[in-house]
């Protein structure tokens, strides 16, 4: 199994005050499945990407990445699986203001100790791959909202991932925009990738194998899935 989380739960610490965003979490992603995860907001959806692409780690229960425990990791060994296993791409791109677009998607490489040479190819591979070969020197503020988000999963394509993480990656997109990376995420599926990604968007829902709904810090069995 490529991802697996048995019992999870994650508390947050507020002063005093502790809450349980993730309540006991049963879940288990194969290689190439493509899942939507849904639920209303405050149900724990962006804490168990967070969790699964070891941004954090749960508080209690188990996490196996590829059958290894990731309870026991290092921040070391955390941070070399977030840079060269898992790609993530957020609501709000989270692109670097000042860079390039080759720069931004250089990121991970350079993390990587890539060299300079591979560095190029690799960032003018991913940028084709997104369709934005022409805009390589373009920073964010040159850029519309679909073709930042292009650039961000060319950044997280980087460093050829097996998993893709993304948080409402078209929640802030016009639906043409929209479109364009659920293409793209369909491309990446045919690939063997495996995608999980948190929407509200029923164009990406409805390609996903499967979707994992959230209420409350728990996986929903029962009633609608959207
Ligand atoms: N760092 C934090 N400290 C304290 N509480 C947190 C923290 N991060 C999240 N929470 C709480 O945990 C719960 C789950 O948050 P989470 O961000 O996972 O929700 P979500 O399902 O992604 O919601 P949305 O759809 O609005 O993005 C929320 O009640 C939130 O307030
Ligand atoms: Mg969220």
């Not at 990376?181 to 029923?202: A, P, S």
Request: hydrophobic content about 40%.
């Amino acid at each position: 199994m490529l991802i697996d989380l048995r019992k999870v739960e994650k508390a947050y610490r507020t002063g005093s005050v502790e809450f349980k965003a993730l309540k006991g979490i049963d879940f288990e992603g194969k290689r190439g499945e493509y899942i939507a995860v849904v639920g209303p907001s405050g149900s724990g959806k962006s804490t168990l990407m967070n969790i699964v692409g070891c941004l954090d780690i749960p508080t209690a229960g188990e996490y196996f990445l590829e059958g290894q425990p990731v309870n026991g990791m290092t921040s070391n060994q955390l941070a070399d699986i977030r840079n060269k296993k898992v790609g993530f791409v957020f609501q709000a791109f989270n692109l670097l203001p000042y860079a390039t677009a080759f720069e931004n998607v250089e990121v991970p490489l350079l993390f990587a100790r890539t060299n300079g040479k591979n560095r190029k190819k690799r960032v003018m591979e991913v940028l084709s791959r997104v369709g934005l070969a022409d805009k390589i020197n373009n920073r964010p503020t040159e850029m519309s909202g679909g073709e930042m988000q292009r650039t961000a999963i060319a950044r997280a394509l980087a460093n050829e991932p097996d998993i893709i993480l993304a948080d409402e990656p078209t929640g802030n997109l016009d639906s043409a925009s929209g479109g364009e990376i659920v293409k793209i995420f369909d491309e990446l599926w045919k690939m063997g990738k495996t995608i999980i990604v948190i929407t509200h968007d029923m164009n990406i829902a409805r390609r996903a194998d499967r979707i994992i709904k959230l209420k409350d810090g728990l996986i929903d069995t029962n009633g609608n899935m959207l």
